[in-house]
């Protein structure tokens, strides 16, 4: 995990996505053209939370998100998605 030097605002997390999968469970390559977004990541960072309500993710946990959710980054030439603590689905 890279250290960046963003800070989020409100309920805003930063997150870095996993890798797409390149292989089946029954070892077929998947092509780059085929291949679906990820919606698992690491958080990076975390905003401080809104005053009605702290932020429950931190930095470091492996989250599940919506397929759509965030807005792409790409910062010190890594790619990452900035969204809303309520776009993350679970904490895996």
């Known amino acids: 995990m890279a250290e960046v030097n963003i800070k989020p605002l409100a309920d805003r997390v930063l997150i870095e996505p996993m890798e797409a999968e390149t292989k089946t469970a029954s070892g077929i390559y998947i092509p ?8 698992q990541g690491k958080v ?14 931190k930095v470091g946990d492996k989250v599940l998100y919506g397929k759509y959710a965030g807005t792409e980054l790409k910062l ?4 990452y998605l900035m ?8 904490i895996i």
């Open 44 to 57: 990076v960072a975390v905003g401080p939370g809104t005053k009605d309500e702290k932020v429950t993710v």
């Open 83 to 90: 969204m809303r603590e309520s776009d993350v689905l679970a």
């Open 76 to 79: 010190e030439g890594n790619d």
């Open 32 to 39: 780059e053209t085929a291949k679906e977004k990820p919606q």
